[in-house]
């Protein structure tokens, strides 16, 4: 009796795995993943904790480029503007620096607590938000 009970809670185990697995595979979004696409971001807002990281990937046949809101310098992360791109300094701020072709992604580390606000510089009607805790 003992092993039929351990083998049906395996079962329980691997079946929700698997269940879990296949929801991902299903939505094909990854945490921390915004996908970029011809009707905006996806998600729009996203909370996340301090030191984790964003993937920003376009699904779009047409370019976007990721970057801290206010268009059109990128200026509300602390320490961004698109000044910054091209330099040493480029790794560090909230900014792709360059359009993101279909399937091209885009990371950044969040290090400040607060509500980052974002946008498309191609296109600056598209907008979203980072909220860091």
Do not use: R
């Not at 993943?33 to 729009?44: H, L, Q, V």
């Not at 620096?97 to 974002?118: I, S």
């Not at 498309?120 to 907008?127: A, T, V």
Request: charged content about 20%; proline content about 5%; glycine content about 6%.
């Amino acid at each position: 009796m003992k092993t039929l009970g351990v083998l049906i809670i395996l079962s329980l185990i691997m079946l929700t795995a698997c269940t879990n697995q296949q929801v991902d595979t299903l939505t094909n979004i990854k945490p921390n993943t915004i996908e970029i696409t011809s009707n905006g971001f996806t998600p729009k807002e996203l909370t996340i904790k301090i030191g984790e990281t964003i993937t920003f990937i376009n699904k779009d046949t047409k370019p976007h480029w990721p970057a801290s809101a206010f268009h059109p310098t990128h200026t509300a992360y602390p320490g961004s503007n698109i000044e910054k791109c091209g330099t040493e300094e480029q790794e560090n701020i909230f900014d792709a620096c360059k359009e993101l072709q279909q399937e091209w992604t885009y990371a950044f580390k969040f290090e400040a607590h607060g509500k980052w606000n974002y946008h498309d510089h191609l296109k600056p009607s598209m907008y979203g938000s980072i909220i860091v805790q």
